[in-house]
């Protein structure tokens, strides 16, 4: 009898063995597919029922669609566009395109107008893939008279009626499954045809500033990345994932790709409303996520916690003071008092156990990317025993490094993974060269040459790299800014200590030329009441508008600023701040699909507010 370890152990040893045979995506995850062969391969909810996909109608299904693709005119080398939310039809289109040799461009649903009409073309994209109606109502003003654009193939039929050059995703699999049917090798002959430097992808940056750009990346590219973090992160066959970000991110398309090579049951989640009831449904061992997310959970968890009455509210505050400091002690490396283990022992069993049951009771670790985690939240989650592995990586260079569940260095992004080198300029930026970066900007070899010079990538992040070569990132180049005094603030990571207060939801740092940073805040409005009500102060009015603007209220907020904030030198600490009653959003035009924020923008959209608080 073999044992499941041994078992794994074969397994990893097959899929080893496989890896140099894959020159393309689409061989190397049908390879991975049909060996592990799982009944859960792919899943989506649907109708409060989780309907799953086996591994071998994962794949017919890609063969049917990529022939389909086929007969419909798509060619080597043809651009074809994918708009959709998370779901196992993106997989598939995306393989599909992989597998004809085409090149897939992915858009966020989230994207505005005016940039899917940009993307579409500038990629010049002949095709483009369209989850349902919802999608299709907020891009339609961006995709209707697109010269280069013959056809729209909707993963849900009804959205395709009335709709002119419209398929539906069912007639192509339809066409597609008729030619596998007469002709049993044609899919084989088209897949045998793509080589590992041909181009995969066209990622259209989030544009912070400035028209987005194109980040072309080879399938190898990506399979190197898939298989250096395969090697080096503990994953397997016998995992769960629940895929929560945006496929059209760097980030979790490189995930998919490596869960997929690893065996990983994949669950689809199409919007972040979901991941609470998800978690516990799917009860995932391995999850990639982003800081809003950890801050979201841990917000709610901090307020219902504080909500208690007596004993069960003491008892709250007790296990996050012990946690942190256990937690704290324990990514140190100091020793642990026997007293500290035995009181985290007890707010483990009575505190923190229900956090690991809201997240399914089996999760292994978390990989964060995209923005810095406050330490604050990771000693929390540590203390929890549902340890965050911060990473680090771009579009043009996909996944660079991250820590290892053995090796969490709290504050840093990791290790870069084998086979990628990292080193830091004279002038602190980031420099990345390895298999993994991009072939350079879409039609844009001036912007190329910027960026990538011997070999090198330059990131436009600041860092450094400690002894024992765990990587740190300070800020983005262009978001330092300078004051009055001539000194360089970094914005993003006093963002990140103001975070941790639960009176506060969202926070940009500002103060390019002044004297000192103030702050824009966006509390958490049920939060702020609450220390309203908490202090005794009678505020009839308590609109949005009204309390961003009450003395006592943006006071409430400024003391709790300035508490998180006195760690730093004196001329980093904020001690002015203002309240902003709604949320900095995507639609707004604030905010990148990525979420990252777009400080120019909100600089002159706040800009006399701004100067209020210099008065």
């Known amino acids: 009898m073999i044992s499941a370890t041994a078992a794994s152990r074969e397994i990893d040893e097959e899929r ?52 389909g693709l086929a007969e419909l005119g798509i060619k080597r080398g043809d651009r074809v566009a994918l708009l959709s939310e998370n779901r196992p039809e993106w997989s598939i289109a995306d393989l599909a395109i992989l597998a004809l040799g085409a090149v897939n461009v992915p858009i966020y649903t989230t994207q505005a107008v005016e940039q899917v009409r940009y993307i579409l073309e500038d990629s010049g994209s002949r095709a483009l893939f369209v989850s349902g109606r919802k999608v299709f109502k907020h891009a339609r003003k961006g995709i209707d008279g697109i010269e280069k654009l013959e056809r729209l193939i909707f993963f849900d039929s009804e959205a395709a009626e009335d709709i002119e050059s419209a398929i539906t995703l069912e007639e192509l699999e339809k066409r597609g499954l008729k030619i596998d049917e007469n002709d049993t090798e044609a899919f084989e002959r088209l897949v045998k045809q793509g080589s590992s430097g041909d181009l995969a992808t066209i990622i259209y940056t989030s544009g912070t500033t400035g028209e987005p750009k194109g980040v072309m990346l080879s399938h190898s590219n990506f399979i190197s990345n898939v298989l250096s973090i395969s090697n080096t992160l503990p994953i397997s066959n016998s995992d769960t994932a629940l895929s929560v970000l945006p496929l059209s991110h760097i980030f979790e ?27 516990r449904e799917v009860r995932p061992t391995v999850m990639t996520a982003v800081p809003r997310l950890f801050e979201k959970v841990y917000q709610r968890i901090i307020k219902k916690g504080s909500s208690e009455k007596g004993w069960k509210r003491w008892m709250f505050m007790r296990a996050l003071e012990v946690g942190q400091r256990y937690a704290e002690l324990k990514d140190k490396g100091e020793p642990i008092p026997a007293s500290l283990a035995a009181q985290q022992k007890i707010a483990s069993r009575l505190v923190f156990s229900k956090w690991r049951a809201g997240v399914g009771g089996r999760l292994r670790y978390f990989v964060s990317g995209g923005a810095p985690l406050s330490p604050t939240l990771s000693y929390a989650f540590i203390a929890a025993d549902i340890p965050i592995l911060q990473g680090y990586g771009a579009t043009e260079t ?6 290892r569940p053995d090796e969490n260095k709290i504050g840093s992004v990791g290790i870069p993974f084998p086979g990628i080198e990292v080193k830091i300029a004279d002038d602190g930026e980031i420099l990345i060269r390895g298999a993994n970066v991009m072939q350079g900007y879409y039609k844009k070899p001036e912007e190329t040459a910027l960026v990538i010079r011997d070999g090198w990538f330059y990131t436009g992040d600041v860092g450094h790299i400690d002894e024992r070569g765990h990587l740190y990132i300070t800020d983005r180049k262009k978001d330092l800014f300078k004051l009055s005094n001539g000194k360089y603030v970094a914005p993003q990571m006093i963002e990140s200590l103001i975070k941790q207060s639960g009176l506060v939801s969202q926070v940009v740092v500002l103060g390019a030329g002044r004297k000192q940073p103030v702050a824009l805040i966006v509390p958490d ?21 009204s309390l961003s603007r009450n003395p006592f209220a943006v006071k409430i907020v400024q003391r709790e600023v300035a508490s998180l904030t006195s760690s730093l030198a004196d001329y980093e600490r904020v001690r002015r701040i203002a309240l902003v009653p709604d949320e900095f959003t995507i639609d707004g035009g604030e905010l990148t699909p990525t979420l990252k924020v777009k400080r120019r923008i909100i600089d002159e959209k706040y800009g006399d507010l701004i100067e209020e608080l210099y008065e």
């Open 398 to 403: 996909c996944i660079v490094s991250a820590n």
């Open 525 to 545: 409005w049920e939060a702020l009441q609450g220390a309203i009500d908490e202090q005794g102060e009678q505020i009839e009015e308590r609109s949005r508008a």
């Open 16 to 67: 080893s063995a496989a890896a140099p045979e894959a020159q393309t995506l689409p061989q190397l995850c049908i390879s991975a597919a049909l060996r592990y062969a799982k009944r859960d391969a792919l899943n989506h909810k649907s109708k409060n029922q989780w309907i799953h996909l086996s591994a071998q109608e994962f794949v017919g299904r890609v063969r049917a669609v990529t022939l």
């Open 253 to 279: 398309r490189a995930a998919f790709y490596i869960f997929c090579w690893c065996g990983v049951s994949v669950y689809y989640a199409a919007s972040f409303d979901q991941v609470g009831e998800h978690l």
